[in-house]
């Protein structure tokens, strides 16, 4: 695991797993909303994204971490050698966020883009997190499904295998 895409719907722990993957692999750590956003949550104009992004994919090894365009996801995903699809139950993701909402109130989010405060995108959020589910899961199985010869899958269906995978990943 040199070159690793994680992915999956808001709230599911995607950036805590590659956190703790960059720690134990020594692998650099790269979030997407970082890439994507500009403080007061102001996307980031797509050539600005697709050159940062692009130029992620370009180094050695990464954990990169979110969405974006799904151009720029499938390009990591031709990329990686490893794609790890976090995709809980609808109610876990959404009971996850709405947790992280919360606690970002106090302590901030550590792997947020700089300058975007969580409480106040909170229902658009929960749209988002809705969309994501019903329309880019099955794209996103699909294109996962895909590249399942040429790259290490793995698909993370619940809590239990997430907490599992984060104790033993290689």
């Not at 692999?25 to 909303?33: A, E, K, M, N, Q």
């Not at 151009?71 to 699809?85: G, L, V």
């Not at 992280?100 to 909170?122: A, F, H, N, Y």
């Not at 589910?133 to 809590?159: C, F, G, N, Q």
Request: aromatic residues 10%; proline residues 8%.
């Amino acid at each position: 695991m040199t070159r690793v895409a994680v992915i999956g719907n808001a709230g599911g722990g995607k950036s805590t797993l590659s956190r703790a993957l960059a720690e134990a692999l020594g692998l650099p750590y790269h979030p997407v909303d970082q890439l994507q956003w500009r403080p007061g949550w102001v996307p980031t104009p797509d050539v600005e994204f697709d050159a940062a992004h692009d130029a992620l994919l370009e180094t050695e090894s990464w954990i990169i971490d979110g969405f974006g365009p799904w151009a720029a996801i499938e390009r990591r995903f031709d990329a990686a050698d490893t794609i790890i699809f976090v995709d809980h139950p609808l109610w876990v993701h959404v009971w996850w966020a709405t947790k992280r909402q919360v606690k970002s109130i106090l302590w901030g989010r550590p792997d947020g883009p700089e300058g975007c405060p969580m409480l106040p995108v909170t229902f658009r959020l929960y749209r988002m997190m809705w969309g994501l589910h019903r329309e880019m899961r099955p794209k996103l199985l699909a294109a996962i499904d895909t590249r399942r010869a040429a790259k290490t899958i793995v698909h993370i269906r619940s809590p239990k295998e997430l907490a599992a995978f984060s104790r033993a990943p290689v």
